[in-house]
């Protein structure tokens, strides 16, 4: 199988349940799942979201 990955960086001042929700949408509407989050003793999280690269075969 083959991902394509969405990096990115939140800062401390967004809440938990502000992550909590943007993550949520990016699962439901975007088809985005959750790969690694780590957060950081400064108070930042660096998340990592994954999803299938579904390719097309041609049937001709």
Known sequence: MEYEFQRFSLSRTHS???VRRLLTDA???QGWELDRL???PDGTRRVVLRRKII?????L
């Open 16 to 18: 938990r349940s502000a």
């Open 27 to 29: 699962a439901e509407y």
């Open 38 to 40: 780590r957060l950081f």
């Open 55 to 59: 390719r097309m075969r041609r049937t």
